[in-house]
């Protein structure tokens, strides 16, 4: 890891050598223009993968960042974001990058505040280590542990139902589905697939699963004959799950699976969009999505599916805007008389939406700041888009905690904030 800087001296007011790092300190014994204290501020990483632009890293890197050789991983953008971090302010702030193994909440206490830019619990569980499982889970749970995002929010994106529900009362097209929430049952399933008629489905695991883990899909035809067995032995090797999505398997005209475009918001505001393809792996399956109709098409939805987001989210019990989010927005050409499906279950012409006007398009995920960033594809640096609004997140984490008196060393936290904020801005909606 990344070693954290040594905290800032005493101010020579100070009578007494602070028995912690985070003590308290009565605000009488803060100089009024004094540098005191740095604030803390805990960044998670752990990813292999999602790089930069090539050559965009920091150029001294941290080798024990580094967790693959791969092209696809060595520099990537959670631990490029938080060692740029580093190099801000740093007469301020004292940032600590915290790979995923070293996460407990000793460790995260020791900080003014954390920020997880990517290692939460469902990244935990790929260890199969069931003591540190429960210790990130703690530290996600405990608000001693000063983590954004906060676990009612984190939980309203990772229990897929709650935002779902949510973004259809609001009138958001998304694919038709039937959510179970205690458990999957292959008949039950199977009744529900001949109700709605629909031809092929798919079925994943809707809470703590990404990367299309615990997922099965085909034809309803063969689930009801030769591959009954197999969705057996699906609810089998899923029966710790409790939260399950029954939809139709979403095809474009020829066949392919639907086209996808990822749209980033940073900060509160919609920021960039990638285009992902299905098909197609690496590169190949990614592009930086073009100006155009299908792009303002996917941008609006993608907005109408944020403005739910930013109703849910909140901080320490406090509204707060996200440092990050991606929003997919799924798209199918649209076809007369049967636009979900291929015409006929023949595969027809009919696979290109881009720069088309009747496109169907629906919200297929909302995703925390714990996703792929898409840097590479990006017409911006994630890494410094993101690592400029880490400084200003943070301060809002900040004022939320001093405002609770939550926060170790409040003084000096909050005179940290302030000559930060006088040196930004100021932003107005930061008092502190």
Same mark, same amino acid.
């Given at each position: 890891?990344?070693?954290?800087m ?9 009578k007494?050598?602070? *028995? ?5 300190t009565p605000t /009488?014994? =803060?100089?009024?223009?004094?540098v ?29 960042l580094? @967790? ?8 990537? =953008? ?9 190099? @801000? ?6 940032v ?8 407990t909440? /000793? ?5 003014? &505040?954390?920020?997880n830019f990517?290692?939460d ?15 990130v ?14 676990w ?6 990772l229990?897929?139902p ?25 008949k ?9 008629g ?17 997922a ?10 030769h591959?009954?067995?197999?969705l057996?032995?699906? *609810?089998?090797e ?6 399950? @999505?029954?939809?139709?398997?979403m095809?474009?005209?020829n ?10 918001? =940073? ?12 098909t197609?792996?690496g590169n190949?399956g990614y ?12 941008? *609006?939805?993608?907005?109408? *599916? ?9 901080w320490?019990?406090k ?7 991606? =929003? ?14 291929? &015409? ?8 290109d ?20 960033w ?10 410094d ?7 200003k ?11 609770k008196q ?25 008092? &502190?």
């Amino acid at each position: 890891m990344v070693k954290a800087m040594k905290a800032a001296a005493p101010s020579r007011v100070q009578k007494k050598k602070a *028995a912690s790092t985070l003590c308290s300190t009565p605000t /009488k014994d =803060i100089k009024k223009d004094t540098v005191t204290k740095k604030i803390r501020v805990g960044i998670l990483v752990g990813k292999d993968f999602d790089p930069v632009k090539k050559g965009t890293q920091w150029p001294k890197f941290p080798k024990e960042l580094i @967790l693959t050789d791969s092209d696809w991983g060595k520099y990537s =953008i959670d631990a490029a974001t938080a060692v740029k971090l580093q190099q @801000l302010h740093p007469d301020l702030l004292e940032v600590d990058i915290i790979p995923g193994k070293q996460v407990t909440e /000793k460790r995260l206490k020791q900080n003014h &505040v954390n920020i997880n830019f990517w290692y939460d619990v469902g990244v935990s569980m790929l260890s199969g280590n069931k003591k540190h499982i429960a210790e990130v889970k703690k530290c996600h749970k405990n608000p001693d542990c000063r983590l954004d995002p906060s676990w009612d929010y984190y939980d309203w994106v990772l229990c897929k139902p709650r935002y779902m529900k949510q973004c259809i009362k609001a009138g958001i097209p998304m694919i038709p589905t039937v959510m179970y929430e205690d458990g999957f049952d292959p008949k039950q399933c199977m009744k529900d697939v001949q109700k709605q008629g629909w031809d092929k489905f798919f079925v994943k695991v809707g809470h703590f699963t990404f990367f299309g883990s615990g997922a099965i899909n085909g034809k309803t035809e063969d689930f009801l004959g030769h591959k009954a067995k197999e969705l057996e032995k699906y *609810a089998k090797e899923n029966k710790n799950s409790k939260v399950f @999505l029954l939809q139709p398997y979403m095809l474009k005209p020829n066949g392919e699976v639907f086209d996808e475009v990822r749209n980033f918001f =940073i900060d509160g505001q919609w920021r960039y969009s990638v285009f992902t393809h299905g098909t197609e792996g690496g590169n190949a399956g990614y592009y930086m999505e073009p100006d155009g109709p299908r792009k303002e098409a996917c941008k *609006a939805m993608a907005e109408r *599916a944020y403005e739910q987001v930013l109703k849910a989210s909140s901080w320490q019990g406090k509204r707060q805007t996200p440092l990050l989010n991606r =929003i997919d927005i799924g798209i199918i050409p649209r076809v007369k008389g049967n636009p979900w499906a291929e &015409v006929n279950g023949v595969r027809v012409k009919g696979g290109d939406t881009l720069h088309k006007t009747d496109n169907q398009y629906f919200l297929n995920e909302v995703e925390l700041i714990m996703t792929t960033w898409l840097d590479r594809y990006s017409p911006i640096s994630v890494s410094d888009a993101m690592a400029q609004a880490s400084v200003k997140h943070t301060m809002e984490l900040l004022q939320t905690l001093l405002e609770k008196q939550k926060v170790p060393d409040a003084a000096h936290v909050r005179k940290a904030v302030q000559i930060l904020n006088d040196r930004l801005g100021p932003f107005k909606h930061i008092k &502190v």
